[in-house]
C-alpha cells in the first residue's frame, strides 16, 4: 500500500463490478461452519465481517442474535438488507473498507468466513482487529480455504497460497487469556461450476476470549 495508489478505491470499485456482473453471486445459504458453531451458542451480538449479500447475517438474526454485517460493497449490502426482510431490524448493515476501517464495539461472536480478496486486503491485521473486539467469553470464528478447489486451474493454484490454520492462528498473536477450540482443517461438500460434486478443504479456527478475572 505504499506504491501511491488508491487501494481502498481499486478495492471498492472492483468489488462493486464483480457484483454488478449478476443478480446474485453467492448461494444464499448460511456458510456450514459458522452454522455448526453458532448453534451451540446463546444469542448476543454477532459482528459478520465480509457479509457478502447476507446469508449468515441473516441466518444468525433468525436465530435471535443482533447482528453487525460489514461489507466494502454497498450493492452487497443493499441485496442482503432487501433480503432480510423484518428481520432487517436485529441487522446494522455497515460500509468499511476492513483495510481502512472496522466497526466499534464488542462482540460475543466475530466471524471471518473467507475473508479472502482479489484485491488488496491486510488480513492479518483485520483478522487481529477481529480477535480484539471479541467481548469476554466471547467466539471468534475464522473459516479459509484451505486448499484450491479441484476445478481451479493448475496456474492459479500454483501462484496462490494457502495458509494452515496453525499459520492462521499464530498470526493472530493473541498471547494469554484465549482458549483455543479449534484449529485444523474439515472437508465439505461441494458442487463445481460443471456441475459436478467434489470435496473441499476448509480451514476452521475457534478461539474463545477467556473472561478477565
Not at 85 to 92: H, P, T, W
Not at 111 to 118: G, K, M, N, P, T
Amino acid at each position: 500500500m505504499t506504491d501511491g495508489h488508491d487501494t481502498h478505491g481499486d478495492a471498492h470499485t472492483s468489488w462493486e463490478q464483480r457484483y454488478a456482473e449478476s443478480e446474485r453471486i453467492w448461494s444464499g445459504r448460511v456458510n456450514a461452519r459458522l452454522a455448526e458453531v453458532a448453534d451451540g451458542l446463546a444469542p448476543g451480538r454477532a459482528l459478520d465481517l465480509g457479509a457478502g449479500e447476507g446469508a449468515d447475517a441473516i441466518w444468525l438474526a433468525r436465530a435471535g442474535w443482533r447482528v453487525v454485517a460489514v461489507d466494502i460493497s454497498e450493492t452487497a449490502l443493499a441485496r442482503g438488507a432487501e433480503d432480510a426482510g423484518a428481520l432487517a431490524e436485529r441487522i446494522e448493515f455497515q460500509q468499511h473498507d476492513l483495510n481502512t476501517s472496522f466497526p466499534d464495539g464488542e462482540y460475543d461472536l466475530v466471524s471471518a468466513q473467507f475473508l479472502h480478496s482479489h484485491a488488496p486486503l491486510e488480513r492479518e491485521q483485520i483478522l487481529r482487529r477481529a480477535a480484539a473486539a471479541v467481548a469476554p467469553d466471547g467466539i471468534l470464528l475464522i473459516v479459509d480455504h484451505g486448499e484450491a478447489p479441484p476445478w481451479a486451474s493448475t496456474m492459479a493454484a500454483h501462484h496462490h497460497e494457502f495458509p494452515s490454520a496453525q499459520q492462521v492462528l499464530d498470526g493472530l498473536a493473541l498471547g494469554e487469556g484465549w482458549r483455543v477450540l479449534r484449529c485444523g482443517p474439515a472437508e465439505r461438500d461441494a458442487i463445481g461450476p460443471d456441475d459436478k460434486p467434489a470435496h473441499l478443504i476448509d480451514n476452521v479456527i475457534v478461539v474463545q476470549r477467556v473472561p478477565r478475572g
